[in-house]
Structure formats: C-alpha cells, structure tokens
C-alpha cells in the first residue's frame, strides 16, 4: 500500500463548480497534513495547512479525519486560475524520520469555460 | 528569511555523460533536504532523503547518487546518464520535525539526448 493515496483524477469541471479530492495516508503515526499546488511545469507550492479541526481559506476547504487517515480538499465556485495538479502530504513530524515530507501522486484538476 | 536555489534550470546531456546538479539553502540551519524526479505527466518521485550532514536516504535504485558535503548543500550526480533519466528535477527542504511544510526549488528540467 502506498503511503500516500490519492484520486488520480483527471477532473475536468466547469467554472463555478465545487470539487472535492480525498486523500488517504498509511502511517498513523503521521502528524502533519498539506495540500500543495504544482501548475504546469512548475514546481509545488503549499496551498494550505490541514488541521485537525478542518480549515478554510477563501473557496478552499481542508478536512482531516484522524481515526480514518483521511484528508480532503473542496474547491467552491471553480476558477479557470484553479486549474492545475494538487498534492497531498504528510509530514511524520515524530520519531526518527525527522520530519520527512511524503507526497500522493496528485490529483489533476481542470476547468473549462 | 529562508531561500532555496536549484540550478541549472535547464540541461541537455548526451547518454553516458555525467551529472552534477547542485542545490543549496539560505535562512535555516540542519534542514531535512529532498531530491525528487517527475518524469513528464507523472507525479513525484523521491530520490533521496537527508536529514544531516553525510546522511543520505536512498528511496529507489537508480543510476543516480547524492551527497551532502555541507549543512545546506545537496548535490545529485550520476557517472553516466541514461535515456530514462530525463525528468524534472526537484530539490526542496524543510524543518526537522516542521508543521509547515517544505520548499521546492525552481527545479532543473534534464533532457538526456
């Protein structure tokens, strides 16, 4: 099982649209989450934090779910901007691994006109 | 501030040539230090995980080496390059133990001809 999971997508939605990706992650002992943005030939860059209490920040909306090892992303009313890859990580903050980053494979989301 | 500098941006090797792509860290002192691939439509691929000086983490057999010469200095090398070693490549840092997150570089696109 990978240690990061994530739906593969592509999603191709229409501006205004709300979209949701999940995704799933293998360590419990895992202690922080993130959803990044890599656009087109470009590196990821954070979008957001993920906390324990859900968080919001404009049209994005993060959601963890500890007892299921789940995190969310939803997306309200689509921008053809929004189109891009988004990755979810997780960050095993404890033990020996000293805080190694660990990236799903990404959701890639498109939005037409 | 911290800022992080991967260079070239873009490198063109004939098959068999040598490697040598450098990456440093300005700000921040013992940070964690990546070097993942992503080959053309695929996600991330972690290469290699350092957590501190002379201490390198291999995550998949390669043609591929790193080393750490200096706290915030990742260099990857390889002796001779093969066709499927084309990709962009991507250094990025963070924290020991962060709750942030980690930064990416602008990354080095390899094209191995």
């Known amino acids: 099982r990978k240690e990061v999971e994530q739906d593969p997508g592509p999603f191709n939605v229409p501006e205004g649209a709300t979209v949701a990706f999940n995704c799933t992650y293998s360590?419990?002992?895992?202690?922080?989450f993130f959803w990044y943005r890599q656009d087109c030939r470009k590196e990821p860059k954070l979008l957001m934090s993920?906390?324990?209490s859900g968080n919001e920040d404009g049209r994005f909306t993060a959601q963890l779910n500890r007892a299921s090892q789940y995190i969310s992303l939803l997306i309200r009313d689509s921008k053809l901007s929004d189109s891009a890859t988004y990755l979810c990580?997780?960050?095993?903050?404890?033990?020996?691994?000293?805080?190694?980053?660990?990236f799903g494979q990404g959701t890639i989301l498109t939005v037409h006109p | 501030s911290q800022t992080i500098h991967q260079w070239p941006a873009t490198l063109v090797q004939p098959v068999g040539s040598p490697l040598s792509l450098e990456c440093t860290v300005e700000?921040?002192?013992?940070?964690?230090l990546y070097w993942y691939r992503q080959a053309a439509g695929r996600g991330l691929q972690l290469l290699f995980y350092?957590?501190?000086?002379?201490?390198i983490s291999s995550e998949v057999p390669q043609n591929l080496s790193a080393s750490r010469p200096q706290d915030r200095q990742f260099i990857l090398s390889s002796k001779k390059l093969l066709l499927s070693d084309s990709g962009f490549y991507l250094c990025?840092?963070?924290?020991?133990?962060?709750?942030?997150?980690?930064?990416f570089g602008s990354g080095t696109r390899l094209t191995v001809v």
């Open positions: 700000g921040t002192s013992n940070p964690n």
């Open positions: 990025a840092w963070s924290a020991h133990h962060s709750t942030v997150g980690g930064t």
């Open positions: 990580v997780v960050n095993d903050a404890g033990g020996t691994s000293y805080g190694k980053l660990t």
């Open positions: 350092s957590v501190g000086i002379g201490q």
């Open positions: 360590n419990s002992a895992s202690q922080s």
């Open positions: 993920v906390y324990s």
